[in-house]
Nanobody, 122 residues
Framework: QVQLVESGGGLVQAGGSLRLSCAASGRTFTSYAMGWFRQAPGKEREFVAAISWSGGSTYYADSVKGRFTMSRDNAKNTVYLRMNSVKPEDTAVYYC???????????????WGQGTQVTVSS
């Protein structure tokens, strides 16, 4: 079992930066690939970024590539999403997820956090 708790969301102006954190419980955290997804009102949950268990491989949605950076600190059981040059269209609830394989779709992820709201003002 893995429990995930996101933090770091809030209100930010367009062009600004924000760092989201996802703290995981459980001794098997280092076995899991991790992902960030987001869901805006009236839209489906969409992939943002993913990282392998070692942190050696990262994957990004085209919409955030070059602006967002995902990383993990296995010693702290935490993954991060650094969001730079944010845009109003980045406004959404952001969720972290844990799974046995790296994936760009929600299905393969077994555990989800409760989400943290990110609002980007223009």
């Amino acid at each position: 079992q893995v429990q995930l708790v996101e933090s770091g969301g809030g209100l930010v102006q367009a062009g600004g930066s924000l760092r989201l954190s996802c703290a995981a419980s459980g001794r098997t955290f280092t076995s899991y690939a991790m992902g960030w997804f987001r869901q805006a009102p009236g839209k489906e949950r969409e992939f943002v970024a993913a990282i392998s268990w070692s942190g050696g491989s990262t994957y990004y949605a085209d919409s955030v590539k070059g602006r967002f950076t995902m990383s993990r600190d296995n010693a702290k059981n935490t993954v991060y999403l650094r969001m730079n040059s944010v845009k109003p269209e980045d406004t959404a609830v952001y969720y972290c997820a844990a799974g046995w394989v790296v994936a760009t779709t929600p299905g393969p992820y077994d555990y989800w956090g409760q989400g943290t709201q990110v609002t980007v003002s223009s």
